[in-house]
């Protein structure tokens, strides 16, 4: 049987092939490989999506590496099928591959398109912002009601206590000053007052009662950037007492220009440029405005300088065509260290028998022609429901505390017509006695204490016009007997409600619950800065056309009301063709503290 010969190799076959079969095919297998590498390249450039070029593939000189931390980069890939590791292509072609796109990243940084601001979007950092925020802080409870108080220097207010002597022409002020401002401790002899609580306070110590409660105030700051308010204890109202009479105006004037020149130096008068800042005067308004550089003109200039109109000056009387100055009550007998000293006397001003329908403590003022102090006090004399205190020179029942006081316990109504002044002390002492006021002028309680009182007046109080008194058309007795027993129960109760908010606890101490008149006031001021704050924020003023002539309107409006009209007190509050017209209401603040000093016995 014969074998089939065995099958060449191919390349045996080559080489026993002819020459021209030989060349053919290696031509054939060049082709072939060459297919075979372009197929691969094409696959991984065009169809993994890679970048890396002809160039990539020689080796690259070493690359210094950034080692400053950069946010991760996002690579926007499109997705592939994996790369086998055993690929050819896979360990020396990635690495470089992603090294060359970092380099292309670094020499263009990805565009970052502007945010779009509207006008209401953009925030400015003021520099009262971070006071504001504290607002925000709901853990804190003093946010939004810090306060920060100047450190002046003593010759400001401690040194004037040095030198009390001098702060009264006739009273010694020594024994007033003492307790903290509050005087000396009234003896309940006769009943009237509590065992504690009750002081020989003068009218005109608010300065010193105010500072020293500051010092109590429970959200006290050092740090002044997040303070709602900045508090300046000058002591406005002594200096000024020093040199009313008998000082020429410079000296009258040192003290103010001083500290002004002191604040504007301070880097916490730069935040706001003083419309932050507060200070407290226990005198009338007038005394702080003198019209001209004449000697004879009356006390200093003090809120009338360009510094000063800026800050808020609380005093017992304010301006009703100025815009700086905001009333505060007078100081009164009762000065409480617990809410429940507030409740007992409340309690005992309910049960009271009032034996008189009204009643009148004050001496006439013959030399004042527009006053209606001799007309009031006939209709009392006529009366016999009508209790009189008259307080004319040698009465000195008009200068005991607990005289005054009983009078006021034993009536219903207490009439308080302007003194030299529009305001008085002695309307303070009978709503603390719980009796219902009497007005006859808005501007001795309505468009003063708008801090303290309610807007609508008639829940408190009975108005009677001036004139209807002067031109004598209106009985006191007749009107007031009209009011129902039930209508002036609720009115003495609302007066006795407000008890708590007009009077000044004793420094020494604090309320747990209630608020006293400092607390109120500071609260107000603190609103006051906070809403002019944002509305510089918003771009905005808080009232249109603002004009300061009608300063005593806008304190009347409603919450959100920006625009003032027409008003039933406009006759009252016309401002005199003549301005020595205010400043003679200004003198007479000399005669009025002159004639009615009850409260130095």
């Known amino acids: 049987m014969r074998r089939r010969p065995v099958a060449l190799d191919p390349f045996e076959a080559m080489e026993k092939g002819s020459h021209k079969n030989q060349q053919t095919r290696l031509c054939f297998l060049a082709s072939l490989s060459a297919f075979f590498w372009i197929l691969l390249l094409y696959f991984h450039f065009v169809v993994l999506g890679g970048s890396t070029t002809v160039q990539d593939l020689v080796p690259s000189p070493p690359i210094k590496v950034d080692l400053v931390p950069s946010p991760p980069i996002k690579l926007d890939l499109d997705p592939s099928p994996p790369i086998k ?90 024994k007033f000053t003492s307790n903290e401002g509050l005087g000396p401790p009234l003896e309940n002899v006769e009943g009237v007052f509590e065992n504690t609580g009750w002081y020989a306070t003068n009218q005109f110590a608010v300065d010193v009662i105010f500072n020293n409660r500051m010092k109590q105030y429970e959200c006290l700051t050092n740090d002044s950037s997040i303070a709602a308010a900045i508090f300046v204890p000058f002591y406005a109202g002594f200096d000024i007492a020093r040199y009313l009479w008998g000082y020429n105006i410079s000296r009258r004037d040192a003290a103010s220009l001083d500290l002004v020149d002191w604040l504007m130096k301070r880097p916490e008068w730069g935040i706001m440029g003083g419309k932050d800042h507060f200070l ?48 505060i009550p007078y100081p009164t007998y009762f000065h409480p260290a617990k809410d429940e000293e507030v409740f007992v006397w409340q309690d005992r001003m309910r049960k009271l028998e009032r034996k008189w329908l009204f009643s009148f ?54 009439l308080q017509p302007q003194g030299d002044s529009y305001t008085r002390r002695s309307a303070f002492d009978s709503m603390l006695a719980g009796c219902i006021p009497v007005f006859f002028h808005p501007g001795s309680a309505y468009t003063q204490y708008t801090w303290h009182l309610p807007k609508n007046y008639t829940t408190y109080s009975v108005f009677f016009p001036e004139d209807d008194i002067r031109k004598r058309n209106v009985s006191i007795e007749e009107r007031l007997s009209q009011i129902s027993p039930e209508q002036v129960k609720i009115m003495r109760e609302a007066v006795i409600n407000l008890i708590p908010s007009l009077i000044y606890a004793d420094p020494r101490s604090k309320l747990e619950t209630l608020r006293d008149a400092f607390d109120v006031a500071v609260q107000a001021v603190i609103n006051k800065v906070t809403k002019l704050r944002k509305n510089i924020i918003q771009g905005r003023t808080e009232y249109d056309n603002f004009v300061e002539e009608n300063s005593w309107k806008y304190d009347l409006l409603d919450e959100g009301q920006r625009e003032v009209g027409a008003h039933e007190w406009d006759p009252f509050f016309s401002k005199p063709k003549d301005e020595q017209q205010r400043d003679q209401s200004a003198v007479a603040g000399k005669n009025s503290w002159k004639n009615e000093q009850r409260d130095q016995s």
């Not at 009189?388 to 505390?401: A, T, V």
């Open 361 to 414: 403590a004050g001496a006439p003022r013959p030399g004042n022609p527009k006053s209606i102090r001799g007309q009031i006090i006939d209709q009392c004399r006529k009366s016999n429901v009508c209790k009189l205190l008259e307080c004319d020179f040698g009465e000195s029942k008009c200068h005991s505390p607990s005289s005054i006081m009983q009078m006021f316990q034993s009536s219903l109504f207490c």
């Open 280 to 327: 407290v005067a226990g005198r009338i308004t007038w005394d702080f405005r003198r019209l001209s550089e004449e000697e004879s003109d009356w006390g200093n200039k003090l809120l009338f300088l360009p510094a000063a109109r800026n800050m808020s000056m609380l005093v017992v009387e304010s301006s009703p065509w100025n815009a700086n100055d905001f009333g």
């Open 85 to 174: 590791l055993n690929s050819p292509l896979t360990n020396f072609q990635s690495i470089p591959a992603r090294v060359t796109y970092a380099r292309k990243e670094k020499e263009k940084p990805p565009v970052v398109k502007p945010v779009k601001n509207t006008a209401s979007e953009r925030v400015v950092d003021y520099p009262f912002m971070r006071a504001l925020r504290t607002v925000d802080n709901k853990s804190d409870p003093c946010g939004g009601r810090y306060i920060y108080v100047h450190k002046l220097p003593p010759r400001f207010n401690e040194d004037m206590l040095k030198e009390c002597k001098s702060l009264s022409l006739w009273t010694n002020m020594c």
